[in-house]
């Protein structure tokens, strides 16, 4: 059986879809995100210290392995600003 017009168009589409935002990924890589604001070291450590035992288990439940690294990277930050 051949495919409709409109089935092969929505292929088509779809297609050039996924390559238009490839390449505006490619176009913008590297930039400063759109009215970004730059949050200090300070500030980060702060944030994460104030999150909950509670918190903690349901992000880890959440995010599984992206959490991991969360803590492990905010653990490291941490480390690197403690005085000996």
Known sequence: MQD???DV?????KTTLTSL???VRNMFKGNKPYRGVKISDADRIAKYLSITPQQHQQYSNQFGEDYSNYVSSMENKIK???VE
């Open 4 to 6: 409709s017009f409109l």
């Open 9 to 13: 168009l929505t292929d088509e589409m």
């Open 21 to 23: 935002k490839g390449e």
């Open 80 to 82: 690197k600003y403690e």
